[in-house]
């Protein structure tokens, strides 16, 4: 067993223990923690099923060349704005974007349209910017998105060229 | 969210019709990656459950409520970092700050580094992208996130 493994399993059941501890003696912290957890998990268990579900269907039918060719070195313009118009319609925020833009990569996408896609996925989802909007009002999303989109924009070229440059590759086998 | 189910299920079953192997193969990715990072999402949420404890809504409120305006736009940005909150919980919570008087400026703060940073959400992202690329992007958006702040304050007429 790898050393990190070891780690890990200490601490989760330590955390564990606290908890049944906690309801054991009424103590009140470790319960709002359990729920906490709880509550999250939930919401994790809802979203997370279906993104596993399109991203391997993803993987089994999308062909490489199709992402190389619209999203991978030579795709221009475009390609930022397909993969802006994917992660708006795409659910779930951050944690939903890191398998799919791991995905996206490993079919052939360029990084800088790797990072555009994981900060258009933080930032315009279209569900939620209407949400946002209904609290906040329009004015208060349309300076958020239309600073923010660009500023991504640019700060992923750049991240993008650096790591490129410096023969960056992702992890494989995730 | 059952409009994801509907499309996941409308999709799988269209790529079941057109083609069963390739359809079994698929599901089998879905849940061989899903096993991989599972391990990671569970330290993610032991994360997310005691952050959530030290910083509740109560306590958000008070922190983004009192003080300088450019104070807030900083505590803005620090709590949203290191909090984790769905949209469908944090835009309320701002609804309701933007009643109580919390300037625009301090609530852009709050919401884009909640949405663009992720500290809790460190543990997964390093999986996929390594340690220096996600700490790098994360600095990033928290600028990004200042940015956002600073130019709502200046059209909102709160910053002259």
Redesign the interface.
């Given at each position: 067993m790898k050393r990190n493994t070891k780690i890990?399993i200490v601490?989760?059941s330590s955390?564990i223990l606290f908890l049944i501890v906690s309801f054991v003696f009424g103590f009140n912290?470790g319960k709002?923690?359990?729920f906490?957890?709880i509550s999250?998990?939930i919401?994790?268990l809802?979203?997370?099923?279906?993104a596993?579900?399109?991203?391997?269907?993803f993987?089994?039918?999308v062909k490489k060349e199709v992402i190389e060719k619209h999203l991978g070195e030579e795709s221009g313009i475009k390609g930022y704005a397909w993969v802006i118009l994917l992660a708006g319609t795409i659910?779930?925020?951050?944690?939903v974007a890191?398998?799919i833009?791991?995905s996206l990569y490993n079919k052939g996408a360029k990084l800088s349209i790797v990072?555009t896609y994981?900060?258009a996925a933080?930032?315009c989802r279209v569900p939620?910017t209407l949400?946002?909007t209904?609290?906040?009002g329009v004015?208060?999303t349309a300076?958020?998105l239309l600073?923010?989109l660009p500023?991504?924009i640019i700060?992923s070229i750049l991240?993008g060229n650096y790591?490129s440059k410096r023969n960056?590759k992702?992890?494989e086998?995730? | 969210m059952y409009y994801a189910y509907t499309i996941t299920g409308l999709v799988l079953i269209i790529s079941f019709i057109i083609n069963k192997q390739k359809t079994l193969k698929a599901v089998k990715i879905a849940v061989v990656k899903f096993k991989k990072i599972f391990p990671t999402f569970i330290t993610m949420l032991i994360l997310v459950s005691i952050i959530l404890f030290l910083f509740p809504d109560e306590a958000i409120s008070n922190y983004l409520g009192n003080s300088s305006k450019f104070i807030s736009v900083l505590l803005a940005s620090f709590i949203g970092s290191i909090t984790l909150m769905p949209g469908f919980v944090a835009f309320p919570l701002s609804g309701i700050l933007l009643t109580k008087g919390v300037p625009y400026m301090v609530l852009s703060a709050f919401t884009t580094t909640l949405m663009m940073v992720g500290i809790i959400t460190f543990p997964l992202e390093k999986e996929y992208f390594g340690v220096k690329v996600t700490v790098i992007r994360n600095t990033i958006s928290f600028f990004i996130a200042l940015a956002v702040a600073i130019i709502t304050g200046i059209f909102f007429g709160e910053i002259f």
């Open positions: 890990k601490y989760v955390y912290p709002e923690i359990a906490n957890f999250f998990f919401y994790m809802k979203i997370l099923p279906c596993f579900v399109l991203i391997g269907l993987e089994v039918w659910a779930g925020g951050l944690l890191f398998p833009a791991y990072f994981i900060g933080a930032i939620m949400y946002e209904s609290f906040m004015k208060f300076i958020r600073v923010s500023l991504v700060t991240l790591l960056y992702i992890a086998g995730k | -």
